[in-house]
């Protein structure tokens, strides 16, 4: 199902309706706008740890997908996974606080970037291991079948996770126990530096899937309504234990990580790759589809306003205090430890 749609002629753009669009472009819009501020963060040294990963080019799927999922549903995500939890319904300004490492974030501040979770929206974290919050989802699969909930868990990863074993130990568990799983990997070509047809002869993910017994597709992931009709079928299908893999052709506007400078990209890979925007192309689609552009206009210069408090939050929040290394660590029923700072300070103060 993966199609090549030229960004100059959006005939599939100009059908639908704009009532459908219109709320996946926010989101999408949301999402670019929070990973531009992410990434200013960084550069402004206020980010907690010395590394990010941006997820700007992948606004489709994060959408797409997340748009479908309701209360109960859970999910996990890779270390480029801010705007999948953003199109789940996260709070920016918690985000941002997490990322800066400050004490109003979703984990006090002691997740950052690449450990965001939030059981409250079905979050069982992010994870900075490639393919390691894979599992998971299995347990979580496993868990809603038993308790006849209809609830579905959901993976989301790279394409490197794609040559990871503990991939395909999941996905064989899940069409084995006809579990309520779906495993999303939004192939943005590149593995680090490595463009996924250097690292794998078969590139067309969803046959691996199919060989298991799961259901299959791989969808372009330029228009979000391509993507969320596709990921629909797959996810009511998940629902009734049918489990699903979905793979979303993106592509990575900026480097693996936010210091990355691409050195392994030619310039015209990276033109090429970028005219790619579903942004852009879903603002197109309205336009033709006859919404105002002074509208429009002013929708994104409300969202760039939202997404510039973030920053303002995340930089006057308060950072962790010291005697919070513990919290959600032990069992509440258990005393915490005493920080060698502290131990240290004590010991000095008797002597």
């Known amino acids: 199902m993966t199609q090549d749609v030229n960004m100059a002629a959006p005939a599939a ?12 472009y926010r989101d999408m819009r949301r999402v670019r706008s929070f990973e531009e501020r992410v990434g200013e963060l960084f550069v402004r040294g206020q980010s907690a740890g010395s ?20 209360k109960g549903d859970t999910f996990t995500t890779h270390h480029r996974g801010h705007g999948i939890f953003l199109a789940r319904g996260a709070d920016p300004n918690r985000m941002m606080a997490e990322i800066a490492g400050k004490e109003s974030g979703y984990c006090h501040g002691k997740g950052g970037s690449m450990h965001i979770a939030d059981m409250g929206l079905g979050h069982l974290g992010a994870n900075a ?19 006849g909930r209809g ?43 490595t463009r996924i047809e250097q690292a794998t002869r078969g590139v067309e993910l969803h ?23 596709v990921a629909q079928d797959l996810i009511d ?14 592509y ?52 760039s306003a939202e997404m510039d408090a973030t920053i303002d939050f995340a930089v006057a929040a308060t950072p962790p205090p010291l005697t919070s290394m513990f919290r959600d660590v032990y069992a509440s029923d258990q005393p915490e430890p005493e920080p060698v700072r502290t131990r240290i300070d004590r010991i000095l103060a008797v002597e």
């Not at 753009?13 to 996946?24: D, F, I, R």
């Not at 490197?160 to 999941?170: F, N, P």
């Open 13 to 24: 753009a100009a059908s639908g309706s704009n009532t459908e669009l219109l709320p996946m």
């Open 51 to 70: 590394m990010l990963h941006l997820s700007i080019g992948e606004e489709s799927a994060a959408v797409g997908v997340a748009s479908l999922m309701r």
């Open 129 to 147: 291991i490639v393919g390691g919050g894979i599992p998971a989802v299995v347990g979580a699969g496993l868990a809603s079948k038993r308790a």
């Open 151 to 193: 609830d579905v868990s959901i993976a989301f990863f790279g394409d490197g996770a794609m040559q990871q074993g503990i991939l395909y130990e999941s996905m064989n568990m899940a069409a084995l126990w006809d579990l309520p799983v779906m495993f999303v990997c939004i192939n943005n070509q590149y593995g680090m530096g």
């Open 207 to 229: 046959q691996r899937a199919r060989a298991l017994g799961l259901r299959g597709e791989t969808v372009d992931g330029l228009d979000v309504r391509d993507v969320r009709e």
């Open 237 to 250: 299908g998940g629902r009734a234990g049918n489990p699903a893999f979905l793979a979303i052709d993106c």
């Open 252 to 303: 990575r506007f900026f480097g693996h990580a936010r210091m990355d400078k691409s050195p392994y990209r030619s310039e015209e890979d990276e033109t090429q790759g970028r005219a790619k925007d579903p942004v852009k192309f879903a603002r197109q689609a309205l336009l033709d589809g006859g919404a105002d552009e002074a509208e429009l206009a002013a929708l994104d210069g409300e969202i």
